[in-house]
C-alpha cells in the first residue's frame, strides 16, 4: 500500500456557512484554492475544525465531492470520521472511498469512555471495512476525554494493514514520540495535531502535522515544515515562534470558532460557526487582530 503521501501539512479545513446554515460553496472552493496556493501537502475535510458533529450524512456527501472536484488530485483528501455510532462510521468510510479519498481518518467516540477493547472493535470494524484504502488514527484525548493507549497503536499498527499511522493531538511530546518509536519498524506516520509543536514533532520524527491555523496563515505554517525539510532548523524554529501566540490566544474563545474568526479577519470570508458556537466577542477579535497584524497576516 502506497503511503509516501502521507506528509507535510494537512489542515482540518473549515467549512464555510451561509446564514441560514448551508454550505457557501464558493466559500469553500476558494478557501481549497487559497490554502494550497500557501503550500498545503494535503486536506482534512471533516477534522474537529471542520464542524463535522453539526452536519448530517447527506450533506457530507456533498461537501466532500465539491472538496474532490475542487482539487482535482492536486493534494490528497482525507476524510475525517467522528461518529459515535460503529455502522455509522462504517458508512461514511465507505461512501467517502467510493467518492475517492486518498485516506480516512478515525477519532475515537466522543462522549462515551470506551474501554480498550470496546475501543479496538469500533477501530478495527471500521479499517476493515475500507480495507484497501489507507487509515490513519486520531488521538484527540482533549476532545473525546481519554487517550488511544500506546498498546492500543501499537496492536493496530501491527495487525491491521490499511492502519498506517495517526495523528497524535495529545499535547504531550513524549506520546507522540513513543507513538513514533514504537511503531517504525512497520514504517507507521505520525502527523503532530498541535499547532504550536509542529517544528518540535519533527524533530522527533513526525512526518507532518494537522494544523488548524492553515486555515488563516496558510504560509506561514507551510514555512515551519518546508524549512525543516530544507535543513534550516533555526528558520524552522523562528516560524514555529512566529505562529505560536497566534495559535494560543484561540484558547480563549469556545472551540472551534476562533479558526473562523481567524480567517474572516484575514479575508477568508468562511461565515459564522454553526449554533449553538457564535463568533468571539469583540474584545477577543481585537487581539486576534493584534496578532494577526504582528506577524503581518492583516
Not at 472538496?67 to 458508512?91: D, F, N
Not at 486518498?102 to 475500507?130: C, D, N, R, W, Y
Request: net charge negative.
Amino acid at each position: 500500500m502506497d503511503t509516501s503521501f502521507i506528509k507535510g501539512i494537512v489542515p482540518p479545513i473549515v467549512t464555510p456557512m451561509t446564514k441560514d446554515e448551508k454550505l457557501d460553496e464558493q466559500a469553500f472552493r476558494d478557501q481549497i484554492e487559497w490554502m494550497i496556493e500557501g503550500g498545503i501537502t494535503g486536506l482534512l475535510v471533516f477534522g474537529s475544525n471542520g464542524e463535522f458533529y453539526m452536519l448530517e450524512e447527506d450533506e457530507m456527501e456533498a461537501i466532500l465531492g465539491i472538496a474532490l472536484e475542487q482539487v482535482k488530485g492536486r493534494v490528497p483528501i482525507y476524510m475525517g470520521i467522528g461518529a459515535i455510532r460503529t455502522s455509522k462510521c462504517i458508512r461514511l468510510a465507505r461512501m467517502a472511498v467510493q467518492l475517492g479519498v486518498q485516506g480516512i481518518s478515525i477519532l475515537q467516540p466522543m462522549f462515551l469512555k470506551l474501554t480498550e477493547e470496546e475501543l479496538k472493535t469500533h477501530l478495527v470494524a471500521i479499517a476493515e471495512s475500507v480495507s484497501q484504502t489507507p487509515v490513519l488514527l486520531y488521538n484527540n484525548p482533549g476532545r473525546t476525554g481519554y487517550a488511544m493507549s500506546q498498546n492500543l497503536v501499537y496492536w493496530m499498527a501491527h495487525n491491521i494493514p490499511n492502519v498506517v499511522g495517526m495523528k497524535d493531538s495529545s499535547g504531550d511530546l513524549t506520546q507522540t514520540e513513543e507513538f513514533v518509536r514504537r511503531n517504525a519498524d512497520v514504517g507507521f506516520k505520525v502527523f503532530c495535531g498541535k499547532d504550536t509543536l509542529i517544528y518540535a514533532g519533527l524533530c522527533v520524527g513526525c512526518v507532518g502535522a494537522v494544523t488548524s491555523t492553515s486555515n488563516f496563515a496558510a504560509a506561514l505554517v507551510w514555512s515551519i515544515y518546508e524549512k525543516y525539510i530544507a535543513g534550516d532548523l533555526t528558520g524552522s524554529k523562528e516560524a514555529q515562534f512566529a505562529l505560536n501566540p497566534l495559535r494560543l490566544q484561540m484558547d480563549s474563545s469556545s472551540f472551534p470558532v476562533a479558526t473562523k474568526d481567524y480567517a474572516n479577519l484575514v479575508g477568508r470570508k468562511v461565515g459564522q460557526p454553526m449554533l449553538p458556537n457564535l463568533p468571539s466577542p469583540p474584545i477577543q477579535m481585537e487581539k486576534f487582530a493584534q496578532l494577526l497584524n504582528v506577524e503581518g497576516l492583516m
